[in-house]
């Protein structure tokens, strides 16, 4: 009975192992796709992730490798997850990769293969530069110099930019390029310095990344040399292909040189004078500062100290009477000058008259430290009477010396005034011996009316012409005046016929002063003046008036001019045409002779 029993249980065991082995299924592992990002070339970490399974360690594995990448041994990371590094290959031509993973937990199923997307990005521009620093090396303030540097795009997009250029530099073809991965572009660079110092600077772009910003180099030098010859002397060398204008200031107690260009390459010495602006005594020891500039560059040169101001002696040489001696001749004059100071000076002189004959614009005079200098003037006085004849000497500011010579001029002894010197015609000048068969001139202004402005006059001879008076006044554009000439001749009293034939003057008829036309050849115009020429005088004293009158017909201004004309005419003027004529003929059979020889 007992066997029996257990021979059942046995059975109906057996029979249940079965029945339950035929209910019994394996599930399977549960993964987790994935996704990831890459730059180009780069790589990254990718995490593999499954269902967890009560705890227990899964496993994984690499079904399908990436096509345009690698992976790197996996690596767990927790009970259900792991990681693995893909790297990619670089290529351009696909944006996305992919591979798959199997998990698999403990009595359960393989997972079925899990895809991984990787999606494969461009880098950001990136920009370099070759070479990675420029030197200009020195160059003068307002030159330049250029070079050329390569920008390339090592990034993998393409940008569009600007390079970045501090003070002193800059791209004169432009500063802009536009960039794909891989691409360069050569940018023209120029230093041009405005200044004196060392240019040190990076240059970077606007809106794209840099790898190593780009380093500039240069240094601004003076566009002059300055170099002291004396205390009171400096050199100036201009360095450059341009003219510098030198300027200078400051310097309290010296004159300063005037505003000056200097020529491209060439030295120019400038000259400082001591001053007596002021007063004639400086207590000053310090040293006097100028300022010197070319508009760019600044120099400051010392001077040496002020010394007592010691004013030039000015003392005539000759006779401070002179004597007679006629209109139109010349009186010689002389002066002379000593710089009794150990510094260089300079002073002004002009001479004046009331005769007429000075020089009224003022002529300048350098002398160096202890120099002793004799001026020769020569005088032409034009209106007889007593003349005196004054020379004045300028030195500084209020310092002034004056030198006085007393003549006797006479009305005519022969002598005829030179051409006047605004004269635009030929002219022959007349010396002492052949002053017969001219004009002699002398000039009375009225006391009530002004002279005519600019009024000249001058004794002219020609060939084959008899002299002739030339007058010449001021005719500028905007003068609505005109000139009038005429000559002032008195009038002869009436007479009263007798019954004898004869004729005799009325008594109380008063002499007349009438004015008569002179026939003239017409005014001619040279720019800014107008020229008169009087030939047709006849022989004696003659008074001509020389009017100026406005638009209106006013008088605006009046001269008068007292011309005598010879009666005799001298050798020269009867016989010239004939020994002209001469003259011709032997020139002629000269050249003729010299023909037939050769």
Known sequence: MLRSGLLLITFISFQGACLSKEKVTVQPTLAKESTAMVERGSETQVTLEAVPSFGNELSFEIVSQP??????ALKSTSDHSAAVTYRHDGNKSFLTDEFFFR??????????????????????????FDPPSLDFGEVTVSGKRQTNVVVTNIGGTRTR???????????PDGDGFSLAEGESATLLLEFKPMEERNYNA?????HSPVKDPLLLNGVGRPRFDLTKTIPTEWEV???????????????????????????????????????DEGGVTNTVASSSVVHMTDGLSYRDIELPPLTRFVPMIAQPVSSTSLGSFSVGG????????LNRSGFPKHMTWKASSHSGGGMPTASPLELNGGESREVHFDWKPTIPGDAKLVIQLEEGNSTHHNLEWQATIRAF?????????????TSKSIDEGSHDDLMTTSHEMMETIAPVDGLTWSIQTYWFRNPCVSLRWDASPDNASSINVEEKR?????????????????????????????DTGGIKKHGHHEDLLIHSLTPGSHMIVVSRLSKAGALEAQSQLQVSVPTKQPFWNIFRTPVCIIAIIFLLLFLRSRGGLE
């Open 67 to 72: 096509s345009h990448g690698t992976l790197s």
């Open 103 to 128: 998990v698999q937990a403990p009595r359960q199923a393989k997972s079925s293969a899990c895809r991984v997307s990787i999606r494969i990005i461009r880098r950001p521009s990136l920009l370099t």
């Open 161 to 171: 930019d600007r390079i970045l250029l501090p003070k002193g530099f800059s791209a």
């Open 202 to 206: 990076q240059a970077t772009c606007q």
């Open 237 to 275: 060398n201009n360095l450059t292909d341009q003219p510098l204008l030198i300027s200078f200031t400051g310097g309290e107690g010296w004159i300063l040189p005037k505003e000056s260009h200097v020529p491209p390459h060439e030295r120019m010495v400038f000259s400082f004078l001591q001053s």
């Open 330 to 337: 010349v009186i010689p004059v002389s002066f002379s000058i």
């Open 413 to 425: 002894s022969g002598f005829v005034s030179p051409p006047s010197p605004q004269d635009e015609r």
């Open 490 to 518: 008195m009038a002869a009293p009436v007479l009263m016929p007798l019954k004898n034939g004869f004729s005799a003057p009325i008594q109380h008829s008063p002499l007349n002063i009438e004015s008569v036309p002179i």
